[in-house]
DNA sequence: CTGTTAGCGCTTTCAA
DNA sequence: TTGAAAGCGCTAACAG
């Protein structure tokens, strides 16, 4: 049988579909001995309560939608792990869709999962996005929204991030006290939000030790049609490498470019960091096991998730009716390894 | 306004909910006047069919369950991408559910899966599932099921994923042709199908050379509870090394258990190869750039995500009505590097 | 304590 | 060409 329904169940026990209902849900208003009856054979014969139904009846569907740029992407999927055990936790499943980095895409996301009743919606912003409208939009209908990784002071939501800024603040002073002058920074495009703020906490790193080449050395890497972001990273250290005055170390703004950049100036022959020093955000594992061991600006992924999550339950679940949204920023950790450490230049100059 | 329904457009347009649905539909008995006028009233009014009664009312659900040991892990989440391409593409969604390698947890899943009225199931089989009876009970009832990644000669079913026997002969003889010769195995449950045939790929590949000391090398890498994966790992090879005769080679059969393995000897200060020469399932783009570069059977993973995803699109499309279940296998490729060349000590005996 | 009834939003006969 | 009505499986108000 496909699937057995309270009607089976009530036709083969002589009850009606209602009874069977509220016993199988403990109701107070059946007797013990039918409760024990419909129980026992719902139990031998496997009944499943059809979720469609039950939620088409309640108008939730017990899911909670999750918009990534993409879920091949080691950071996002221990993003996505610290999500699912909150959501399975509380019985929640997740419906995760892939933006792929394009506003189309994860409006098209947004659209599906709207459409499919989910009861909140998680997401990372694509890296095109850069107006929050169609997520106000989505608001407006009453869907919870909890934005988390991609955060933004552009939308006033329910957010739950790092502290960009600082962070990056933080690895260019680092390698500004390691004697590292001429530092370039690989970004994404420069219009996102949180690709912005770790320019800004660059750039004012830079200001503090009156170093004035500013933007100069800033490669926003996105990669044409045609073209992978591969491509793009080695175009970008090349065009560096060009430069009169080339750069002494590198900062990478995001988990890919910084693994990729380690890849291609490994390609292009250059040591690091004799040649050039290299930070970046990074949550691989693997840091220490890497040639030469990567220091990384770590983000506390799974936190993220668990977090954002838990904040987008107690939405559903009608707590949060605090009219303020909370912004939640969950320090990075600079974990200094032997990329970026004093290099042999310097004592030149020193 | 919450949701728009069918009978709010009936209503506005002074008509019935059927004519509205018909139109929408572009059914041949609606004036193309009405279907204009309809449709126009939509687009503005933004409407969005409300897919939980849709489904309900046809049966079927438009998503597609996905089960995994942990969608945390580089190998499964590009398996994940693979999967939702095709899926996204064909119209389903995925819900995707973690077996954190606990059988109980995987039945768990499928329950819920079915519950939720999936119209059918990718699965890569927990560590604990040694049995498939739960599965064939599903099928039993009507659902189709593609296994992929772990595979098994066990569970007649439609099938993809790689040899694992033959490259796990493969890596082996390469360690042998590189004169390696006390040649040890870190594998996880030896009872998982895919991990019993990377055993038996190993043993085949010394028998065949007439080495004899057939299973004494070999380490299931399985955690006690309270203890972590990487802990098992470090206490195998220290007691690898702990032997009179220490291995001068490590064949390590699952990612994870490659980049710990390569962690650890770091740790424990072994070089390598020249201690202890390393090859390892694993499919890092990082392999390059690991020190050493980290010799690895690479799986095609996104191509198994999507040859899974599409076998079982193809079933829930009612074709492959062929009763012939059917297993494809991927080739693994062996990318050789570092950590598997020729070592230092084999010049002593040459 | 149990059953009848109405409907969630949609599709689909069957009539008009 | 349009509309009325039934029903997908479930829940809940209301009767009995």
Redesign the pocket.
């Known amino acids: 049988m496909p699937?057995?329904?309270?009607?089976?169940?009530?036709y083969a026990l002589?009850?009606?579909?209602?009874?069977?209902?509220?016993?199988?849900?403990d109701?107070?208003?059946?007797?013990?001995?039918?409760?024990e009856r419909v129980i026992a054979y719902a139990r031998t014969n496997h009944?499943?309560?059809?979720?469609?139904?039950?939620s088409?009846?309640?108008?939730k569907s017990g899911s909670i939608g999750v918009v990534v740029c993409s879920i091949d992407n080691s950071f996002v999927s221990r993003m996505l792990d610290g999500i699912d055990g909150v959501c399975a936790q509380a019985g929640y499943d997740i419906v995760i869709m892939q933006s792929k980095e394009s506003l189309v895409q994860e409006k098209s996301c947004l659209k599906q999962l709207e459409a499919r009743g989910v009861e909140g919606i998680l997401i990372s912003p694509s890296a095109e996005t850069i107006g929050f409208e169609h997520l106000l939009a989505l608001r407006e209908t009453g869907m919870p929204i909890v934005l988390f990784d991609r955060i933004s002071e552009r939308f006033e939501s329910d957010q739950v991030g790092i502290d960009n800024y600082h962070a990056a603040f933080q690895a260019t002073e680092h390698l500004l006290a390691n004697r590292y002058r001429r530092i370039a920074m690989l970004n994404i495009g420069l219009d996102i939000p949180f690709a912005r703020l770790r320019s800004a906490g660059y750039l004012d790193a830079l200001k503090k030790k009156h170093l004035t080449y500013g933007k100069q050395l800033i490669r926003p890497c996105w990669p044409d049609t045609g073209e992978t972001l591969k491509d793009r990273v080695r175009a970008s250290i090349q065009s560096l490498f060009e430069l009169a005055e080339p750069p002494d170390a590198l900062f990478t703004a995001t988990d890919q470019l910084s693994t990729l950049s380690l890849s291609v100036l490994h390609e292009m022959g250059h040591r690091i960091p004799e040649d050039i020093a290299l930070i970046g955000f990074s949550n691989t594992e693997l840091a220490d096991v890497l040639t030469p061991p990567l220091s990384t600006i770590y983000q506390p992924a799974l936190e993220i998730g668990r977090l954002a999550a838990e904040k987008l339950i107690g939405l559903i679940s009608g707590r949060g009716l605090s009219e303020e949204y909370e912004t939640v920023i969950l320090p990075a950790q600079l974990h200094i390894r032997d990329s970026s450490r004093p290099g042999v230049k310097v004592q030149v100059n020193g």
């Open positions: 699937q057995m329904t309270l009607r089976d169940i009530a002589g009850l009606s579909v209602s009874t069977v209902s509220k016993a199988l849900r109701s107070y208003e059946i007797s013990k001995d039918t409760k009944y499943l309560p059809n979720r469609m139904a039950k088409l009846k309640e108008g």
